[in-house]
């Protein structure tokens, strides 16, 4: 039975308009707070209490959450007190992925870098599916047959998906969580790998602090003899999602690679400014 002390005119505004009261908008931000606390957890699975502790809820709140959760596949129980992220969470990543700018969009900006600079212009997207990958989705290379560039069918599944090497996946690789890092660095490195990739661990994480803290990557012949390359993160808003990668030849690489650098960075900040342009805006 509702019981009531008020007149109807009296209920605030954001009730009349038919907006949830404000307990209901602090449990939807406490649910919120509790996917987060995966993205900043190490690893897969995790237990109730360090969830609990990195969302700021006593652990009944976090449980009840997470059990709501597991009911609509936001999450999964993996064992006795510990969970994961479920199929619902992987969805929604999906359906947010497919606004992000496709080929249509980001070509145009290809070609200019081919053009400003006479290299070979590559798009690479991070790609989680079976560890952290990276995969290219567009280039522009001019008329240049592709075998000109003397990569093999092994190098493409191998050499240009590993994340530790060339500037284009050491430039992704930089921005990730350092678990992550740390689970790429343990990985072999390939071995069609150029002469110059890094194979020390020291020197390849050292690298990642360079790279941050100068915003691009320089390669040098480290996925193919005879290839250098300048490469430039690409966001969507604060997170990471892929690199623009400018490749020449180590012949042509001109001593000073400002100019290099000036339009691959630019090239990686204007697909960036695509990710945040309404879909309506692309078209």
């Known amino acids: 039975m509702k019981i009531s002390t008020a007149r109807e005119d009296s209920v605030p505004a954001q009730r009349q308009s038919g907006e949830p009261p404000a307990k209901s908008a602090s449990l939807a931000a406490r649910a919120y707070t509790v996917q987060q606390a995966f993205t900043q957890l190490p690893g897969d699975v995790h237990a ?9 809820l006593p652990e009944a709140t976090a449980h009840r959450i ?9 999450f999964e129980q993996a064992g006795r007190g510990t969970y ?3 199929t619902g969470t992987a969805r929604a990543g999906v359906q947010a992925m497919t606004r992000t700018p496709g080929a249509a969009s980001t070509h145009t900006y290809l070609v200019r870098l081919h053009q400003a ?5 590559l798009l690479y997207v991070l790609s989680a599916f079976g560890g952290a990958k990276r995969l290219c989705t567009d280039y522009e290379i001019g008329g240049m047959d592709p075998a000109e560039v003397g990569m093999t069918a092994e190098d493409v599944v191998s050499v240009s998906r590993s994340l530790r090497t060339g500037a284009s996946g050491r430039a992704i ?3 990730l969580r350092q678990d992550v890092r740390d689970s790429v660095l343990a990985e072999e490195v390939p071995p069609t790998a150029g002469p110059g990739v890094i194979r020390d661990n020291d020197q390849l994480a050292a690298s990642l602090l360079t790279i941050r803290e100068r915003g691009y990557a320089i390669g040098r012949q480290e996925c193919m003899a005879g290839w250098d390359s300048v490469a430039a993160p690409v966001f969507w808003r604060d997170q990471v999602m892929g690199s623009v990668l400018l490749l020449k030849r180590s012949s ?3 001593a000073d690679l400002r ?4 339009h691959t960075l630019r090239t990686a900040k204007d697909i960036s400014d695509l990710t945040a342009t309404p879909l309506s ?3």
């Open 48 to 56: 109730l209490r360090d969830i609990a502790r990195v969302a700021g």
């Open 66 to 74: 997470l059990q709501t959760g597991v009911d609509t596949g936001v």
């Open 84 to 86: 994961r992220l479920g």
């Open 117 to 121: 600079t006479g290299g070979l212009a």
């Open 173 to 175: 690789l930089a921005y």
């Open 252 to 254: 042509t690489m001109p």
């Open 259 to 262: 100019p290099l650098i000036h």
């Open 281 to 283: 805006a692309r078209l």
